[in-house]
């Protein structure tokens, strides 16, 4: 095979766009985006000219995409969650190795599917954990593994949602009804059920949750909330939620003040303060947060049962100040704290003075996840370059099914009103 790949990239969305096309400017020796499809014709149009894409190779949509011959190397997949299996299915037939944004699927089915198929077209399928190859994780993987704290007893994590990441995205934005796309704790969390799984190098028995929509539902909603933040609301002034706040007025993310990139490139391609508030008063976006159809959890606690003996605690809230995560790993001979807003991790071996170490000053390029997005994009292409199979970091797709496994035992436990669910069964494929 060439020492560069040629890929073909299904779904221009966020990920799609602006990671994993992306790359092929970071590794343009490793790199070749050959064809594109998305349902939005100006992402495609304009995808086609940063990348010199032929028109022939330009596709309305994947299925339109992956039913022609083989165009590529490789797939990158960055479409809706409930596609995922459906577009890499097809493609593995094709004959192409994938690089699958997760989750796999809610559908336990469909990543069954998905695994049977790829060990049958013996073809690489890699999702996209990226939590793994960013530096703080890294570290902390080094330091459980080293035996510092000795072993691992109890951790206690976090995912910070944030509070204006969850109007945006779980309320007002694409992943807010578990029916079209997947429940909250798959979507968001696998990420978290993964990295505390390879971290602490443990497998999980079983699993009991609690959680529910809490703020964000119609009974919830002030006294004179209008159904749209720019239609004569009376409690605007004094809503943190409201749409002007969070995408024109917001010091970081805010439009009026130089932002032109995620979240506003959601709700318009090229964001001006005229086109967000266009898409304020006719899109998704502009809806009361009280007001919208909306039905993942805005909160959820998830106990992980481990089959050592050891538990695992999960937290998921949208309501925080900050986007990021923090853990806590207790183990027989001492403390890790790790803090990803701080990009700091505190050691306590017992009996000694805390060890402090700054992860800033380990790495140059903390963004993106922390800065794994591109070095996992870098290690699937190398993988693939150099035909070998994934390594003890890399997530390929029966990996990846133990932090699903555990995502979709938390759904099926909260929905049952916290009975504990067994892994073991939904293990056989």
Same mark, same amino acid.
């Given at each position: ?7 073909? #990239? ?42 010199? #894409? ?12 992956? +039913? ?8 990158f ?53 990226? &939590? ?30 944030? $509070? $204006? ?32 799984? $390879? ?5 999980c ?21 209008a ?9 605007k ?12 007025? *917001? ?10 990139? $995620? ?5 318009? &391609? ?12 006719t ?11 909306? *039905? ?9 049962n ?6 695992i605690? &999960? ?25 990803? +807003? ?23 390029d ?43 035992a938390?759904?099926?436990?909260? &929905? ?14």
């Amino acid at each position: 095979m060439s020492k560069k790949l040629n890929v073909a #990239i299904a779904g221009l969305g966020s990920r799609g766009k602006d990671t994993y096309a992306a790359a092929a400017k970071i590794f343009p020796d490793k790199m070749k985006i050959v064809a594109v499809a998305d349902i939005d014709e100006e992402k495609v149009r304009e995808a086609a000219i940063e990348y010199q #894409i032929p028109k022939k190779a330009c596709f309305a949509s994947a299925e339109e995409m992956i +039913a022609q011959d083989k165009l590529a190397d490789v797939m990158f997949i960055a479409t809706q969650d409930r596609q995922h299996v459906k577009h890499a299915v097809p493609a593995l037939k094709k004959g192409y190795h994938l690089l699958l944004e997760k989750p796999i699927s809610p559908d336990l089915k469909e990543c069954r599917e998905l695994v049977k198929t790829a060990r049958e077209c013996n073809r690489q399928v890699i999702i996209c954990h990226v &939590l793994r190859y960013a530096p703080f994780y890294e570290k902390l993987k080094e330091l459980i593994d080293s035996g510092l704290i000795g072993e691992i007893v109890s951790v206690m994590a976090i995912e910070n949602v944030g $509070w $204006w990441h969850q109007a945006h995205s779980f309320v007002r934005g694409n992943w807010r009804d578990a029916d079209i796309t997947s429940p909250m704790i798959l979507q968001k969390c696998c990420h978290d059920m993964d990295i505390l799984l $390879w971290l602490t190098g443990k497998t999980c028995k079983s699993v009991s949750s609690f959680g529910d929509t809490y703020l964000f539902r119609k009974e919830q909603a002030p006294k004179g909330a209008a159904e749209r933040c720019l239609d004569g609301c009376e409690v605007k002034a004094d809503c943190p939620f409201d749409a002007e706040k969070i995408y024109i007025d *917001n010091k970081k993310y805010g439009v009026r003040h130089g932002n032109c990139k $995620w979240p506003l490139d959601v709700l318009t &391609l090229h964001p001006t303060e005229e086109s967000i508030r266009e898409a304020l008063y006719t899109g998704p976006y502009g809806r009361c947060v009280y007001h919208c159809d909306n *039905n993942v959890v805005d909160h959820q606690v998830v106990n992980l049962n481990m089959t050592d003996g050891s538990t695992i605690s &999960l937290t998921m809230c949208g309501f925080t100040a900050e986007i990021s995560r923090y853990t806590k790993f207790m183990g027989t001979k001492g403390e890790i704290i790790a803090d990803m +807003a701080e990009n700091t991790i505190y050691i306590t071996e017992f009996g000694k003075d805390i060890d402090v170490i700054d992860v800033g000053e380990l790495a140059e390029d903390l963004s993106r996840h922390g800065g794994g997005d591109y070095r996992l994009v870098e290690e699937f292409l190398d993988m693939i370059i150099e035909g070998r199979e994934p390594d003890g970091r890399t997530t390929s797709v029966e990996c990846s099914m133990e932090s699903h496994y555990c995502a979709l035992a938390a759904e099926e436990s909260r &929905l049952k009103g916290g009975t504990v669910i067994e892994i073991e069964p939904m293990r056989q494929i």
